[in-house]
């Protein structure tokens, strides 16, 4: 996904939806949030001059979508603020979690600094 997409739920793939999926690549970071009411993961992996993101987040309905929100800094290294977050898409829904899966990308250079925020608060790499 491009750095201004906050999309982060099935993208389009010639008319039809794809599911997020897990890149093929080494994990070389990972962030994790332990909350009892939003458990929060994303992992990174860089291949061919993009950070390739993948995580799961719980929302508090299944009507919640996930939303991305990606700002590079142009200095060098790039410094990456990535802001996950969960909207209520105004559906009626059951009131039960539901784990969600986001994934996509950011062109970026292998050195880049990133920080991962979970509804606006730092949340901790663990590698």
């Given at each position: 996904?491009?750095a201004?997409?906050?999309?982060?739920?099935?993208?389009?793939?010639?008319?039809?939806?794809?599911?997020?999926t897990?890149?093929?690549?080494?994990v070389?970071?990972?962030?994790?949030?332990?909350?009892?009411?939003?458990?929060?993961?994303?992992?990174?992996s860089?291949?061919?001059?993009?950070?390739?993101?993948?995580g799961?987040?719980?929302?508090?309905?299944?009507?919640?979508d996930?939303v991305?929100?990606?700002t590079?800094?142009?200095?060098?290294?790039?410094v990456?603020t990535?802001?996950?977050?969960?909207k209520?898409s105004?559906?009626i829904?059951?009131q039960?979690?539901?784990?969600?899966k986001?994934?996509g990308?950011?062109?970026?250079?292998?050195?880049?600094?990133i920080?991962v925020?979970l509804?606006?608060?730092?949340?901790?790499?663990?590698?």
């Amino acid at each position: 996904m491009p750095a201004d997409d906050k999309s982060s739920g099935p993208s389009p793939d010639n008319g039809n939806f794809v599911e997020p999926t897990k890149p093929p690549f080494e994990v070389v970071a990972k962030y994790v949030a332990e909350s009892e009411d939003m458990p929060f993961e994303v992992e990174f992996s860089y291949a061919d001059g993009l950070f390739y993101y993948y995580g799961t987040v719980t929302t508090p309905t299944p009507c919640h979508d996930v939303v991305v929100d990606t700002t590079v800094q142009e200095s060098m290294p790039e410094v990456v603020t990535m802001n996950i977050s969960t909207k209520d898409s105004g559906e009626i829904c059951t009131q039960v979690l539901a784990q969600k899966k986001f994934s996509g990308s950011i062109q970026v250079s292998s050195q880049a600094v990133i920080n991962v925020l979970l509804e606006g608060e730092p949340v901790s790499k663990v590698n």
